[in-house]
């Protein structure tokens, strides 16, 4: 019983620190859970890449391929864009749109909604297909090129299920979730939409030619990954809502 009463206190005291770093300094956790959702993000989508690229080339249907190697230090440097986007850029958004459209109300929300579609959606999506050529390296002109093709051949699609699901995992954030938090409940939300995202950048991060003379390895499973994305997405809202009103309950 003692051992249950001071693991209590302790998980306690654990919350209530993260609740005061979160009030006090809120761009350091939401920073820190950035980069460790887009680093656990690229790794899983790196190994979902190689391991279907192994398996076509030995022509076997097996998920235990050999040969399958991952990345480390791009997930590192994406999980470095990560910790910027959801620790300085989205926060300093959510900021902005607080002081431009208030906090309350559903005319509020509805206005973030499409200001939020309309202005940052689109930025977000094309930073990250050109942070996607950017880690693939080569000379200035080859990165060049492959974030010209991974725009071309990738924006739209991806703006497109951007439109599909974000807009409901926004009215959540905007309407029930604090600002502080709201970086951190987008990054839980990301756990399905950055391997969406890794999975596109990576496959259009090659040679042009190779990507013109292929289909699309991952186009066949647009429609399963948006569903599973979708419900995915609808589970994790729903964790992070219950958590964080534990979180102002206390």
């Known amino acids: 019983m003692f051992a249950r009463i ?11 620190s993260a609740q005061h770093l979160y009030n006090t300094h809120p761009m350091l956790p939401n920073g820190a859970v950035g980069f ?3 680093f656990s993000t690229d790794v899983v989508a790196q190994f979902n890449h190689l391991t279907r690229q192994n398996n ?8 235990n391929s050999t040969g399958t190697t991952v990345d480390v230090v791009r997930s590192a440097k994406m999980g470095m864009y990560g910790g910027a986007m959801n620790g300085i850029c989205i926060h300093a958004w959510f900021l902005y749109l607080d002081r431009i459209f208030g906090k309350h109300g559903w005319n509020s ?48 699609r991806a703006y497109i299920t951007d439109c599909t699901v974000w807009p409901f995992a926004n009215l959540i954030g905007f ?15 990301q756990l399905g939409w950055q391997v969406y995202m890794a999975s596109i950048g990576h496959e259009h991060a090659g040679d ?21 994305l979708v419900a995915f997405s609808q589970k994790i809202e729903f964790w992070f809502t219950t958590a964080v009103s534990n979180l102002n309950s206390l």
């Open 6 to 16: 001071a693991k209590r206190r302790y998980h306690t005291r654990v919350v209530r």
């Open 36 to 38: 460790a959702l887009f």
């Open 56 to 63: 076509e080339e030995s022509g076997t249907a097996t998920n």
């Open 109 to 156: 929300v509805l206005s973030k909604l499409v200001a939020d579609q309309l202005v940052f959606a689109p930025f977000a999506d094309s930073t990250f297909l050109v942070w996607a050529a950017v880690l693939k390296g080569g000379s200035i002109q080859m990165v060049m090129d492959t974030a010209k093709n991974n725009l071309e051949q990738s924006f739209i």
């Open 175 to 189: 309407r029930l979730v604090p600002t502080h938090y709201r970086p951190t409940f987008i990054g839980v939300v």
């Open 208 to 228: 042009k030619n190779n990507s013109e003379s292929k289909p699309d390895p991952v186009e066949s499973d647009n429609a399963s990954a948006l569903a599973a």
